[in-house]
């Protein structure tokens, strides 16, 4: 099969779009035809070794943690599926991902996909639709009639974030530059604060419930955050933390959260954007062959890149 992989750790030229082995199945485990792929800044992290520490590893690696496809093989102890199931899936980016014809997981990360979208266009979702979730609801215990100030909110992540808070009965203000607003607004928002030249504690009218930072802003400037805040509310960040002590002075709580692979979640996503309430935003659609691209362009995107492998129907 061809895939995009790289042999040692490195700069963007690393990757290679090159022939590998198709991956077997075993016992739990499903084949999946790939239609997309997505792009995750983590995916970048890791071909630069940043967390081989942590996250070691087996090279050559194929990347890419987001996936939709077809079900073309099954392992003998899984049920739940059949042969030619469109499905999606958040992968385990220890293991070689996405960004090849095929990839093998384990059938219980699995989820089938929504029906009201293109399958390629559902390669968008998983990784950033499960941190949206569990960071606004298993973490921020959001409720309806809240507000929620989401920060990076055109982000691939936050577009997610701001129509499931929407969908939820919150009250959303995002913090976007002055390129993203009418994509936003066209998702739902309530209000947007330019990051690039409007103050937050500035424009805030009142304190919010919850705020879920998905901007890489440094733990001093994240516990800043902490002063919007009501009394009781929650701070939730998918990058720096917020300092505890400083928040236990403030009557407030802090979660410095990492996205974990649930299918359940997966599926309750899928019945949401197949009644409506949310979309994947793709801000661009390349070949997989042009992965290297996207990785020249990390920190400077909006939404999501999505990288298309195979024509499925």
């Known amino acids: 099969m061809k895939a995009v992989r790289y042999h040692q750790y490195g700069a963007v030229e690393v990757l290679r779009y090159e022939e590998a082995p198709t991956p077997d199945v075993s016992a739990d485990e499903v084949l999946i035809k790939v239609a997309a792929t997505a ?12 967390m081989k520490d942590i996250l070691p590893l087996e090279l050559p690696f194929i990347p890419n943690v987001d996936v939709s496809g077809i079900i073309e093989k099954i392992g003998e102890s899984v049920n739940g599926f059949q042969f030619g199931d469109k499905v999606f899936a958040f992968l385990d980016m220890t293991k070689n991902g996405a960004a090849a014809e095929y990839v ?5 990360d699995v989820a089938l996909a929504p029906k009201n979208i293109d399958l390629q266009d559902a390669a968008a979702l998983p990784g950033g639709a499960m941190t949206a979730w569990q960071g606004l609801f298993d973490h921020g215990n959001l409720q309806s009639g809240q507000r929620v100030l989401i920060t990076a ?15 939820k009965g919150a009250y959303v203000i995002g913090t976007a530059s002055a390129e993203s607003i009418s994509a936003l607004q066209d998702l739902g928002i309530d209000e947007i ?20 930072n998905l901007s890489p802003l440094s733990s001093e400037e994240v516990t800043k955050l902490l002063l919007l805040l009501k009394d009781g509310g929650t701070l939730v960040s998918a990058y720096n933390p917020a300092d505890e002590d400083v928040a236990k002075n403030l009557g407030v709580h802090v979660v410095r959260m990492g996205v974990q692979r ?52």
């Open 39 to 50: 792009f995750n800044p983590a995916d970048a992290m890791l071909r630069m070794g940043v």
């Open 104 to 108: 093998v997981c384990k059938a219980n």
């Open 153 to 167: 909110a055109a982000g691939g992540v936050g577009s997610i974030a701001v129509q499931l808070a929407k969908w």
């Open 193 to 212: 604060i330019n990051y690039k030249n409007e103050l937050i504690e500035e424009k805030l009218t009142e304190k919010v419930d919850l705020i879920f």
């Open 262 to 313: 649930n299918a359940e979640q997966l599926s309750q996503i899928a019945d949401i954007v197949d009644q409506g309430h949310v979309k994947p935003f793709i801000t661009e659609r390349l070949a997989l062959k042009e992965l290297a691209v996207v990785h020249e362009k990390v920190g400077q995107t909006r939404g999501k890149i999505l990288l298309l492998v195979n024509d499925v129907v």
